[in-house]
């Protein structure tokens, strides 16, 4: 995931989008080990 | 329910009086499992919103924030504080709702609007930043970075 953040609207969605879905994907990857 | 499915489960239930106690068992079971599993959720999420609340620099002394990322698609900033003059409760929160074509705004759950370019970026860096010492700091993912930068991310802080 790169640290450079665009300008346009789409994206900037696009870059906000792909962190919640890692930080999904850390979530549910805890929540299964802790399980 | 569906009513073919409703149907299909009397049946059952009709031909095999034990299923519908097996059934009720399943169904507690996997209730049981769903609410553990937001529990869980909900620890992460407040242990991540610790770190976002400090992204933005000092919070001020009878402050409360939390800034967190809710869901894929959704970020929460909340601020909560009491009113020097009155000392009545005051409450700031502010939901983005991350769509294709931009990001969506609601202010105390008003109606959402196009946030401007200037805040998006902002919310991009929060959340880049977010994720940055998240993964390292609540997940345990290697990170270079060892202090929490200080930002705005609402010209109305």
């Not at chain 2, 970020?75 to 939901?95: A, F, P």
Request: hydrophobic share 40%.
């Amino acid at each position: 995931m790169s640290n450079e953040i665009t300008t346009s609207p789409e994206q900037l969605a696009t870059v906000i989008a792909d962190i919640g879905d890692a930080l999904e994907n850390l979530r549910i990857k805890v929540i299964q080990q802790i399980g | 329910m569906l009513p073919t499915v409703q149907q299909a489960l009397k049946k059952i239930i009709r031909s095999q009086p034990n299923s519908a106690t097996w059934a009720a068992k399943v169904f507690q079971t996997a209730s049981k499992k769903n609410k553990l599993t937001e529990a869980k959720r909900k620890e992460l999420i407040r242990l991540e919103s610790e770190i976002g609340s400090k992204l933005f620099g000092q919070i001020p002394a009878g402050h409360r924030r939390e800034f967190f990322c809710l869901d894929a698609r959704t970020w929460v900033w909340h601020e909560e504080w009491s009113d020097n003059l009155d000392g009545s409760k005051k409450i700031h929160t502010v939901r983005y709702e991350v769509r294709d074509n931009g990001i969506l705004k609601s202010v105390n759950g008003q109606d959402y609007a196009w946030v401007a370019a200037d805040e998006a970026e902002n919310l991009a860096h929060a959340a880049v930043l977010y994720h940055q010492y998240v993964a390292s700091q609540v997940y345990g993912q290697s990170s270079n970075e060892e202090e929490l930068p200080k930002m705005a991310l609402n010209k109305e802080y």
